[in-house]
Nanobody, 127 residues
Framework: QLQLVESGGGLVQPGGSLRLSCAASEFTLDSYVIGWFRQAPGKEREWVSC????????NYADSVKGRFTTSRDNAKNTVYLEMASLKPEDTAVYYC????????????????????WGQGTQVTVSS
């Protein structure tokens, strides 16, 4: 069973930056599409970003486009979500999801496409 662990969340002021990590133990992530999602209190989980297995395809929700960047380092078995120009509305628990795939150049924006999830990391943007 693939175990994912998110880290890097915290409290940051508006306009600040954070880098989230999604790591796995016992399995290598180089055969998994990775998606980032977030869930704010009282709201449904929403898609944020995704990255293909080869790292060549990344997609972003309109709400974060131009501010967030997803990357992966397969040698470190880790996927990153770099968040800049953070806004209070970015406050949420952030999750990474993984899907085992043989297609290396696509990623998905639906949570139903991902079979494995981490426990989430809290991001709070507040002054």
């Amino acid at each position: 069973q693939l175990q994912l662990v998110e880290s890097g969340g915290g409290l940051v002021q508006p306009g600040g930056s954070l880098r989230l990590s999604c790591a796995a133990s016992e399995f290598t992530l180089d055969s998994y599409v990775i998606g980032w999602f977030r869930q704010a209190p009282g709201k449904e989980r929403e898609w944020v970003s995704c990255i293909s297995i080869n790292g060549g395809t990344t997609n972003y929700a309109d709400s974060v486009k131009g501010r967030f960047t997803t990357s992966r380092d397969n040698a470190k078995n880790t996927v990153y979500l770099e968040m800049a120009s953070l806004k209070p509305e970015d406050t949420a628990v952030y999750y990474c999801g993984a899907d085992f795939s043989s297609v290396h150049f696509v990623c998905y924006d639906s949570s139903e496409s991902y079979d494995y999830w981490g426990q989430g990391t809290q991001v709070t943007v507040s002054s």
